[in-house]
C-alpha cells in the first residue's frame, strides 16, 4: 500500500516560471491538504481539497497560488510567476474523511528552490 | 492561540527512555491527542493518538493523565533515528479537518550516543 506521493522531490524554478507540484494521496483517501514549511519555521496550512471541491483555501496566498483535485489524478498545487519567498518546501497529507477517527498520512515534501 | 505547549528542545541518551510531555489543559472531551514527528527535510509522521486511555504501539506509548489535561509520549528505547521535532496535536475528528490543525513548534529532540 503506498504511501503519499509527492513529485518531483525537489523543484528548480526561475524567477517569473510557473511551479507545478503533484500530490497523490493514499490509496482509499479523498481529502488531501497542502501545508507549506519556510526554512527554519512550522508547518502552514495552504488548502484542504476533496476531489473537485476546494473545501477550506484559508491558508492560500491571494494571488498566484492555485489548487485543484480532478475527479482523476493527483492533486496539484500551482504556483504562478514565482518569487524567492516561495522557496519552501511544500507538503501534502491525506486523510479518508472528516469524521473519522484516523491520522493524516504526509508525503515527502516537494522542496522549491526559486532562482 | 495554541491548543498545546510543549517544551522547547530535550536530549536524551541513546537507549534510555524519552519522555515528552505536553499540556493540553483546555482540551474537550471529544479531541484526541495526536502526535507526530518530522525527522529533518522529511515529511510529518505519525506516530500515536488517544482519547483518555492510554496508548501503546510498536513507536511508543501515550499517557494521557485522568483529567485529560496533559499526556506524555515515551519513546522506551531511544535511538539516534529518533533526533527530530515532536509535534503533539488536539484534534476533534467530528469537527475539525486537518487543515485547521496548529502544529506549533513542537520539541527539539535530540538523541545523543
Known amino acids: 500500500n503506498a504511501g503519499v506521493m509527492q513529485n518531483p522531490r525537489h523543484l528548480v524554478r526561475r524567477r517569473g516560471q510557473e511551479a507545478r507540484l503533484r500530490c497523490s494521496p493514499m490509496?482509499?483517501?479523498?481529502?488531501v491538504y497542502w501545508y507549506r514549511q519556510l526554512p527554519e519555521e512550522g508547518l502552514k496550512f495552504m488548502v484542504y481539497?476533496?476531489?473537485?471541491?476546494?473545501?477550506?483555501e484559508s491558508g492560500m496566498p491571494k494571488e498566484r497560488f492555485s489548487a485543484e483535485f480532478p475527479k482523476e489524478g493527483p492533486s496539484i498545487l500551482r504556483i504562478q510567476q514565482v518569487v524567492r519567498g516561495d522557496s519552501a518546501a511544500y507538503f501534502c497529507?491525506?486523510?479518508?474523511?472528516?469524521?473519522?477517527?484516523?491520522?493524516?498520512?504526509f508525503g515527502q515534501g516537494t522542496r522549491l528552490t526559486v532562482v | 492561540d495554541a491548543k498545546t505547549t510543549q517544551p522547547t528542545s530535550m536530549d536524551c541518551a541513546e537507549g534510555r527512555a524519552a519522555n515528552l510531555p505536553c499540556n493540553h489543559s483546555t482540551i474537550s472531551g471529544n479531541e484526541y491527542v495526536y502526535w507526530y514527528r518530522q525527522i529533518h527535510s522529511q515529511g510529518p509522521q505519525y506516530i500515536i493518538h488517544?482519547?483518555?486511555n492510554n496508548e501503546t504501539n510498536e513507536m511508543a506509548s501515550l499517557i494521557i493523565t485522568e483529567d485529560r489535561k496533559s499526556s506524555t509520549l515515551i519513546l522506551p528505547h531511544a535511538t539516534l533515528r529518533d533526533t527530530a521535532v515532536y509535534y503533539c496535536?488536539?484534534?476533534?475528528?467530528?469537527?475539525?479537518?486537518?487543515?485547521?490543525?496548529?502544529f506549533g513548534a513542537g520539541t527539539q529532540v535530540v538523541v545523543t550516543p
Open positions: 496535536i488536539v484534534r476533534d475528528p467530528t469537527t475539525d479537518s486537518w487543515g485547521k490543525l496548529q
Open positions: 481539497l476533496q476531489k473537485e471541491n476546494i473545501i477550506d
Open positions: 490509496k482509499g483517501h479523498s481529502h
Open positions: 497529507a491525506s486523510s479518508p474523511g472528516l469524521t473519522m477517527n484516523t491520522e493524516a498520512f
Open positions: 488517544g482519547l483518555k
